[in-house]
Each structure stands twice: as C-alpha cells, then as structure tokens.
C-alpha cells in the first residue's frame, strides 16, 4: 500500500465553521517538538505554566484547573461524572435546553442517573433570572447546568452574574459550558460564582481539538472528594494527584504531551494579545461580518443583537439559496469551511465562525467575497461586492470613532 505523508498533501482550508478554528503558526510548531515523559521535570514546569495561564483566562484562583484528555464533550461528561449524585440520593440537575449541546448535557446527565429538570426554551433564546428563580421555587434542585455561548443558536446567556447568584442562594452549585466562549468573550468564573466549568481547545483559543481545560472551586471539589465517581478516566479526585502543583505526583493516565505544548502556546497568545484587546478584536469583526451578512440577504437566528455571539454567526439562508450546494461550492472553490445547522436547523441555516485567531479583517472579507460570488452566480444577489462593502462600512465608522 503506497500512502502520501499527511505532510505532504497540500491541504489549505480556511475553517470558518463551529470549530475546529484555523491554527497559529506557532502552535503548530510548538506541538512538533520533542515528546517529553509525562512525568519529566521540564514537562511538569510547562503543566504548572498551562494552569496558571489558564487561570488568567478563565478569571479565577481556582487550584483544580487544567485540561482534561478528551474534545469539549469530554469535559461536559467529566463535570457529569463528578458532580452528579445518582447512587445514594438521586440529584435533581435543572438543565437549560436551548439549543443542540444544552439537550447533550441533559442526555449525559440521564445516562448518569442524574434527574433531568429541563428548562425547555425556544432555540435562539437565552434563560432569564427569573425563570431560573421559578425552578428554584418549586423544587429542590442540587445543580444548574447552562451552555454560555450555544454554538448551535448563535445565543449569548446573559445575566450569568445574578443567575450564580440565585443558584449560590438555593445552595446549588452551578455549572456552564464555556466550549465556544471561553477565548473570544469575558467568561469571569469567580465573579458570576460558576462553581465548574469546561471548555475546549479548537474553537477560540485556535488549537486543534484533543483538550478540554476544566475549572471547579472548592465548593465543587469538596462534592468530587466525599464520593466514589463512576467513571475511573474522568475521575477529578484521581486526576488531581497527577496534576498535583508543588507536590508529588501519581500517574493516572500519560498526558497528550504535544497538544499540551499546543494548549500552552494557544494561551501564551491569548494572554499576550489581552483579554480585552481579543475580545473588543471578536466584537469589531462580527459588527463588520453581520453587516455583510445582512446586506447579502441572510437573517440572524437569534433576534437580540445583545445575545448574538461574536465568534459564531447563526444565520438563516435567503429565500431560495440551496444550502448544501452553497457550501459546498465555498469549500470545493474557495477552500472555505462553514457550517450547516444542527438538529432542526439542518437544511436552513449556516453557521460561520470567526473564532481566536481566524476573526481578522481579512477573514470577513474573503468570507463575503467568496459568498458574494457564489451568490451572484446563482442570481441569489445582484451585486457580489454588497457584503463586503457592508462591512468596509462598519470597519470605516469603527476608526473614525476612535
Ligand atoms: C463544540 C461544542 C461542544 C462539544 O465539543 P467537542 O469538542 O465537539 O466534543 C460542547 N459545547 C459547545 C457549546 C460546543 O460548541
């Protein structure tokens, strides 16, 4: 069997989807040097680095915040395992289900015998504090399960201070998926009191898929120590002697090594850009992108502007535009990667991503560019340039305002 090298195929795509998100450069050439053991001593001062790093991002002093083995999935199943009781009393998990990961977490809290206490929304919508108040009110509840940025809707949950507040005060603990917004907007764990959290690496922080950083507070962890989880891979009490600051450490399961070195370089950047820089750089891209978008006929799903996301544009196609064959022609002519809906929205609405290092100026514009071609030639719109000319537009305004 004669096989090409995978790095030798000429392989340029622009990922402009739900994630994976272009990767850096500098992450790619830092996942290329030499594997180390895992529990070697210059891999360990890289493991101390990567924790405090993530720290900094996430906005806590939590000690237990590290990446887990696994995609963002692995980190919704690891707070799961952990945190919900199902043996000795059945926990009662209120999960708001808003979109397509919210209905996941509320999937994996069942098959843990977790009892599911949905707070069923339309999706595109965002819970309010005082339907979580309501729950609250008729029922005793042990956890809050919340997607913050919901890559399937394209919705931004507000309010997430006053909600940690109410779970805080039901003596609940509260826990949010952070996949898509940690990176690209302010996710403050220790300000909105999120007791756990999780994220992944291959959408805003732009390294390729494979960890998912993980953060729990003392309250959590006190929950994770007073029990046996049933899951031994994701079992933070185990886990926890392996990523062991300042003390010695147990093996429990060898580290990905190279993606670690990539998750380090992924926050190195995101920490040397500044917070604030790289989220203001989020928001000024998708103010020019959606622009461009509307102006070439597409309607966003989430109808608040204050609860769109910036990184993931969920939009609805015009009247008449076949979706598969659209996107197809982008990836097939233009190597550009968007994204189809999920579950109802399949068939009817793309998801375009501006995630970590791919939202630039450049980017929105051979992303309306490429659109506006395909669109002309299938009479969809007149003029191709009217979405990029949207966004120049927004960006001209943006620095005369400055
Ligand atoms: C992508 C995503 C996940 C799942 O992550 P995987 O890396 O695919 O396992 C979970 N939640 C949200 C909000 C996501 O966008």
Redesign the pocket.
């Given at each position: 069997m004669k096989v090409e090298p995978t790095y030798e195929r000429s392989l340029r795509i622009q990922l402009h989807g739900?994630?994976p998100s272009d990767v850096p450069e500098e992450v790619v050439r830092a996942m290329s040097v030499t594997t180390l053991g895992h529990l070697d001593p210059e891999f360990i001062k890289i493991m101390d680095e990567t924790q405090s790093m993530l720290r900094a991002l996430c906005q806590t002093k939590n000690r237990m915040t590290i990446p887990i083995s696994?995609?963002?999935?692995?980190g919704?199943e690891t707070l799961v395992a952990n945190l919900v009781e199902a043996q000795d009393r059945q926990d009662r998990i209120v999960v708001v289900r808003n979109g397509f990961?919210g209905e996941?977490i509320a999937e994996i809290v069942s098959r843990y015998g977790g009892e599911v206490v949905p707070i069923d929304l339309g999706w595109g919508t965002v819970v309010t504090p005082d339907e979580v108040r309501e729950v609250f009110s008729r029922k005793r509840c042990q956890v809050l399960f919340l997607?913050?940025?919901?890559?399937?809707t394209g919705a931004l949950q507000q309010n997430m201070g006053e909600i940690g507040e109410i779970v805080r005060e039901n003596g609940a603990l509260f826990l949010v998926?952070t996949?898509?917004s940690l990176g690209g907007t302010e996710v403050k764990i220790d300000e909105w009191r999120i007791d756990a959290a999780y994220s992944?690496s291959?959408?805003c922080l732009s390294v390729p898929?494979g960890l998912?950083p993980v953060t729990l507070n003392e309250r959590a962890m006190e929950k994770v120590r007073g029990r046996k989880v049933p899951s031994f891979y994701f079992d933070l009490g185990i886990i926890e002697q392996y990523w062991n600051e300042g003390h010695q450490r147990k093996y429990h399961c060898t580290a990905p090594i190279n993606m670690i070195y990539g998750l380090h370089e992924g926050l190195r950047l995101v920490l040397k850009e500044g917070l604030d820089a790289r989220f203001q750089r989020h928001r000024k891209n998708a103010a020019a992108l959606q622009a461009g978008l509307e102006a070439l006929g597409f309607t966003y799903v989430v109808k608040k502007q204050n609860e769109r996301l910036p990184m993931l544009h969920a939009v609805y196609l015009p009247d008449g535009a076949e979706e598969g064959r659209l996107r197809g022609e982008l990836r097939s002519s233009y190597n550009i990667e968007i994204g189809g809906g999920l579950g109802e929205f399949g068939g009817k609405v793309w998801r375009i991503g501006l995630m970590g290092h791919s939202s630039t100026e450049d980017e929105v514009y051979s992303l309306l560019n490429a659109i506006g071609e395909v669109f002309e030639k299938y009479d969809i719109v007149d003029d191709r340039a009217v979405g990029s000319e949207a966004a120049g537009a927004v960006y001209k305004d943006a620095e005369s305002s400055c």
């Open positions: 739900p994630g696994g995609t963002g999935t692995s919704m990961f996941r997607v913050h940025a919901e890559t399937s998926d996949v898509t992944g291959q959408k898929p998912s």
